[in-house]
T-cell receptor
Framework: AQTVTQSQPEMSVQEAETVTLSCTYDTSESDYYLFWYKQPPSRQMILVIRQEAYKQQNATENRFSVNFQKAAKSFSLKISDSQLGDAAMYFCAYRSYPPNFGNEKLTFGTGTRLTIIP | DARVTQTPRHKVTEMGQEVTMRCQPILGHNTVFWYRQTMMQGLELLAYFRNRAPLDDSGMPKDRFSAEMPDATLATLKIQPSEPRDSAVYFC?????????????FGAGSRLTVL
């Protein structure tokens, strides 16, 4: 079974600065997907970014980027130019790779609560 | 924007009562997931459907929980009888199987409080 570990329960960053959230995972699979989801106080789960394990290039979405280290099974999220609206819980998640109709469930880490300091 | 609709948003009930939570997945999505979120356990998968067929309900307490998809536009999660330890936020998510990453879209969740 796959496991996802987020070792930082809480992080804080000054507005406009950069912060990196850590995530490690354990799997015996060679192909898979990794995701970062954001959960603001409204509790809505919002996809921030995703990475396909077979792609070497790190995914980026505007101010959000990842550092994917497959050999180390590490998947960190970097938020640049932090904004007040980035304050939320951030969850790292793992998913097995289709197309053999493998289990499509997401396995989540325990989350990191990010506080933005004005 | 297409969205996953969950009802109710909030539910307060007494121990022993039946609770039914409903989810309308995004039109055209063929996978539906139920997750439970608590402070202690985080996000746990309760049930997973593909094309309305249950594929994984290993995380669901079978004695009191049941999950069904009567049709492609409705998924239900029932708790009978409810217990205080069932207090949590229950999320429904839907996706399109085999569509690349099958990115899941989550509903806003149903917060359940069992007194």
């Amino acid at each position: 079974a796959q496991t996802v570990t987020q070792s930082q329960p809480e992080m804080s960053v000054q507005e406009a600065e950069t912060v990196t959230l850590s995530c490690t995972y354990d799997t015996s699979e060679s192909d898979y997907y990794l995701f970062w989801y954001k959960q603001p106080p409204s509790r809505q789960m919002i996809l921030v970014i995703r990475q396909e394990a077979y792609k070497q290039q790190n995914a980026t979405e505007n101010r959000f980027s990842v550092n994917f280290q497959k050999a180390a099974k590490s998947f960190s999220l970097k938020i640049s130019d932090s904004q007040l609206g980035d304050a939320a819980m951030y969850f790292c998640a793992y998913r097995s790779y289709p197309p053999n109709f493998g289990n499509e469930k997401l396995t989540f880490g325990t989350g990191t609560r990010l506080t933005i300091i004005p | 924007d297409a969205r996953v609709t969950q009802t109710p948003r909030h539910k307060v009930t007494e121990m022993g009562q039946e609770v039914t939570m409903r989810c309308q997945p995004i039109l055209g999505h063929n996978t539906v997931f139920w997750y439970r979120q608590t402070m202690m356990q985080g996000l746990e998968l309760l049930a997973y459907f593909r094309n309305r067929a249950p594929l994984d309900d290993s995380g669901m307490p079978k004695d009191r929980f049941s999950a069904e998809m009567p049709d492609a536009t409705l998924a239900t999660l029932k708790i009978q009888p409810s217990e205080p330890r069932d207090s949590a936020v229950y999320f429904c998510a839907s996706g399109l199987s085999n569509s690349g990453a099958n990115v899941l879209t989550f509903g806003a969740g149903s917060r359940l409080t069992v007194l």
